[in-house]
């Protein structure tokens, strides 16, 4: 019984933390000005995705760095 009432807690404590964090994300504004701004910002995200998504990506090389062998160090130490 103690179990169960400890996880309701837990995800009581969390959901309540989650919905906290996410208090301040949206705010209502009737200012023209503030409107267009972000109106400009999604247009300009959105303009910035398509740009992304249309240019072709180069392809990557990678290099494969030499791996170092320590037995061969080491018999080359020993024989040295």
Not at 1 to 19: E, F, N
């Amino acid at each position: 019984m103690k179990k169960v009432s400890l996880a309701i807690l837990v995800s009581l404590s969390a959901v309540t933390g989650a919905a906290y964090a996410q208090d301040n994300g949206v705010m209502m504004s009737t200012d023209p000005a503030k409107a267009a701004d972000v109106e400009q910002r999604a247009q300009d995200l959105q303009n910035r995705q398509q740009a992304m998504e249309s240019a072709p990506m180069p392809e990557k090389h990678h290099k494969m760095a030499p791996h170092h062998h320590k037995k061969a160090a080491k018999a080359e130490a020993a024989s040295s």
